[in-house]
């Protein structure tokens, strides 16, 4: 597959803040977990900032470059599909939940906060660990 040189390099930038995404999630869930809120405040920010980065920079590429077609054949083709449809579908309801559990954080409603976050944080993770593994079968595993 054929990307121009310019936009090259998007592709590895989306994957990574996905990845960092995900990262920076399971450690503020760990935080929170063992009740130290000031680092979960501050890596869930992160993730929110890294994870909007990466809404930019994949609007932009895909606005500049266009839909980029799975090469895979055979057994791949439904698998990245299903993982794709899925992520697809999740990513979309990740936006209002994310921007909801952090308002209710941020107006410190913890009570109502918690009761979103629990729903909240496996979807925005499922979305950023399935993000690097769409990015790794579209480019590396089955590219042409």
């Given at each position: 597959m054929q990307i121009r040189a310019d936009y090259a390099i998007f592709p590895v930038i989306n994957a990574t803040l996905n990845g960092t995404s995900a990262?920076?999630?399971?450690?503020?869930?760990?935080?929170?977990?063992?009740?130290?809120?000031?680092p979960h405040r501050v890596l869930m920010l992160t993730a929110l900032v890294t994870s909007?980065?990466?809404?930019?920079?994949?609007?932009?590429?895909?606005?500049?470059?266009?839909?980029?077609h799975f090469q895979g054949q055979g057994w791949s083709r439904p698998v990245y599909f299903?993982?794709?449809?899925?992520?697809?579908?999740?990513?979309?309801?990740?936006?209002?939940l994310v921007i909801?559990?952090?308002?209710?954080?941020?107006?410190?409603?913890?009570?109502?906060?918690?009761a979103i976050a629990?729903?909240?944080?496996?979807?925005?993770?499922?979305?950023?660990?399935?993000g690097v593994v769409i990015y790794f079968m579209l480019y590396h595993l089955f590219a042409a």
């Open positions: 990262v920076l999630l399971v450690i503020g869930h760990r935080f929170i977990k063992r009740g130290r809120m000031a909007t980065l990466f809404l930019i920079s994949y609007v932009y590429y895909h606005a500049h470059v266009g839909s980029v299903s993982i794709l449809i899925s992520h697809t579908i999740l990513a979309a309801v990740t936006v209002p909801i559990t952090v308002t209710r954080a941020l107006r410190e409603r913890f009570d109502r906060h918690r629990r729903w909240t944080y496996p979807i925005w993770l499922y979305v950023s660990v399935t």
